[in-house]
């Protein structure tokens, strides 16, 4: 029902000649059995959006401003990630969460926009180990959840990702029965705001360290949908057998 997907978070890394690394990924995916995305830095979206025009590789954004237009330096809105080629967008990953101040409300605001901007809104949540060690992960979870999800969303236009911040680049992976719990967590709350039909619709990532020799584990555990997938998503050799594993799962 749900078609799983892997996607790339290339964060602040790549320059031009980084998509020929989207070329590679093409030639080895000409039919996926499973939704690919790629989410380049900013300066790249318009020509990675045209290297991959025509092929199963669609492009992303990193973040958003939850404005349309308007006085803000630096910042880019939806509908200009739209307009250069991407069809989602990542909101609230704890690197942006952490680095720049950014809070639920602000990630609900920004996912709202992404919607009004008709781009796909891909909403990280996830617990620190100090929030896991003391046993509040599911309150973490719950409370990210209620914040940072608009009332816009639906099984096309969102995606969560569960990404623990301890597991973010640091090769750590949480077990299977960490990670299923998680994600059977926010199946049940994703069913319960917005139905049956709806919540059982939308994919759920996980997300920290999945590389090409974990990525099997990650994808038995159930309501695992896919991953976002960082470092081992900047180069094709790497992001590859990811997505072989995901399109072998069931
Ligand atoms: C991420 O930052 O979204 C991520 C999952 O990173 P990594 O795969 O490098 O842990």
Redesign the pocket.
């Known amino acids: 029902m749900r078609r799983k997907l892997a996607a790339g ?1 290339w ?1 602040m890394n790549g320059l031009t000649d980084s998509l020929d690394e989207l070329r590679s990924l093409a030639r080895a995916h000409p039919d996926p059995a499973v939704d690919i995305l790629v989410c380049p830095p900013a300066t790249l979206i318009s020509q990675a959006a045209q290297v991959c025009a025509g092929l199963p590789v669609a492009i992303g954004g990193q973040d958003c401003h939850t404005e349309r237009t308007g006085a803000h330096t630096g910042d880019l809105s939806a509908e200009m990630l739209k307009d250069s080629g991407a069809c989602a967008v990542i909101l609230g ?3 942006r969460r952490e680095d720049h101040g950014e809070t639920s409300d602000m990630v609900r605001a920004k996912a709202r926009a992404a919607h009004a901007a008709g781009l796909m809104a891909v909403i ?1 949540l996830g617990e620190s180990l100090a929030q896991r060690d003391a046993a509040n992960t599911l309150d973490i979870i719950a409370a990210q959840m209620s914040l940072s999800i608009p009332d816009t969303s639906t099984a096309e236009n969102l995606v969560i ?1 569960y ?1 623990p911040i301890w ?4 090769g750590k992976l949480p077990d299977a029965a960490q990670i299923g719990e998680v994600h059977d967590f926010i199946r049940t709350r994703l069913e319960r705001r917005f139905g049956p039909g709806a919540g059982r619709g939308m994919r759920i990532l996980y ?4 590389k090409p020799n974990n990525a099997d584990q990650v994808f038995r555990v159930p309501n695992v949908d896919g991953a ?6 900047l180069r094709a050799e790497d992001f590859s057998p990811i997505i072989k594993a995901l399109s072998q799962t069931g």
Not at 167 to 170: D, E, F, H, M, V
Not at 207 to 210: A, I, M, N, T
């Open positions: 978070n964060k990953h704890s690197e990280c990702a990404e597991a973010i680049g640091t997300g920290g360290s999945v976002l997938v960082g470092g081992a998503s």
